[in-house]
């Protein structure tokens, strides 16, 4: 077996929104996905999708989405992106029992891979604006923007809170951590999400939602303070899954 995680597909099978405008990488995108899925997960292993699943808005816009991934190998646990519009959180356990035993949507629950727990939560990133200087130093701040998104930070802590609280609760005490948004801005070394992640024990911190080159690098990448912290954006892996684990 093995554990592997992709993210930001942007299915539109029924929304017909094309990716294309977003560069040459995401030209027919979903056959890359379905080629590299196919060539690398097995159907014994697990797939988590970080988020940014289908630009429908509603279920019903989404059905052909869903049934793409569905096709995929593996077991498919889904975490929940900002454009995931269809994705009530309110709504999760009932979208579990509608696609049970086809996906799984992981949102104030867990899931488990060997002795890991698998916990998540969509996050949330104070993007700015800043306004910097042309040496890079900070010049001023929306602050009114901060605040909305300290109360949203505060709101995707607590529902991450419960993913470990459960597993904890079932006995795990091993955990790989999977967010949409990165776990900082681009002016952090640490948040409330890395601190979660350090004072839990996890291993991986898996994160996507970074689009573009000039992107890439706006989080942790790599070994930060005893965590791993791994990128798995489509464009950024090219489409081809990231091993997270065997």
């Not at 035993?101 to 604006?129: C, H, I, M, S, W």
């Not at 979660?196 to 303070?225: I, N, P, Q």
């Amino acid at each position: 077996m093995a554990l592997f995680a992709l993210g930001d597909l942007h299915l539109s099978f029924q929304a017909n929104k094309p990716m294309d405008a977003f560069g040459a990488v995401w030209k027919r995108h979903e056959a890359k996905i379905e080629k590299y899925v196919n060539q690398l997960v097995r159907p014994e292993d697990t797939l988590v999708l970080t988020g940014d699943h289908s630009w429908g808005r509603r279920l019903s816009e989404c059905q052909e989405d869903l049934a793409f991934i569905e096709r995929l190998p593996g077991r498919k646990i889904l975490l929940r992106g900002n454009h995931d519009m269809f994705w009530d959180v309110g709504k999760t356990e009932r979208l579990n029992e509608a696609f049970a035993g086809r996906l799984f949507f992981l949102q104030n629950n867990f899931a488990v891979y060997q002795d890991y727990a698998l916990v998540g939560t969509k996050g949330f990133t104070f993007e700015g604006p800043f306004y910097l200087d042309r040496r890079g130093r900070i010049v001023d701040w929306d602050e009114t923007r901060e605040q909305q998104a300290k109360k949203l930070v505060a709101r995707e802590a607590e529902r991450l809170m419960q993913s470990f609280r459960q597993a904890e609760a079932a006995g795990y005490r091993k955990f790989i951590m999977f967010l949409h948004y990165p776990p900082t801005n681009v002016l952090e070394e640490r948040s409330v999400f890395t601190d979660m992640a350090e004072a839990h024990g996890v291993s991986v911190v898996v994160y996507s939602h970074c689009h573009g080159e000039r992107r890439f690098g706006d989080s942790l990448r790599g070994e930060h303070r005893g965590v791993q912290y791994r990128l798995v954006s489509g464009d950024y892996l090219r489409f081809k899954p990231e091993k997270i684990l065997e």
